[in-house]
């Protein structure tokens, strides 16, 4: 049996996908941390990494995440 890609499931795909474990672990909606990336301007994406680690102790990946997910928007917006 052929196996169906993750948008044909329904399923996030990259930055997205760590979204409701981000929810779930720190017990605040995605949209307060791209709220509080808002506020950080237009640093390097490791810099705003380095922050959401040190500041807000999220995970590294759960932190990459969320920065390359607003920096995405950023650029697209």
Do not use: C
């Not at 997205?16 to 950080?40: C, M, N």
């Not at 490791?46 to 932190?63: D, N, T």
Request: glycine share 12%; hydrophobic share 40%.
């Amino acid at each position: 049996m052929p196996e169906r890609d993750a948008s044909a499931q329904g399923k996030a795909k990259g930055p997205a996908s760590y979204f409701p474990s981000i929810e779930k672990t720190y017990g605040r909606p995605v949209a307060h941390w791209l709220a509080l990336l808002d506020g950080q301007g237009a640093r390097p994406h490791m810099a705003l990494v380095a922050w959401l680690k040190s500041e807000h102790g999220l995970g590294h990946g759960y932190a990459n995440a969320l920065v390359a997910w607003h920096r995405s928007r950023s650029v697209q917006g």
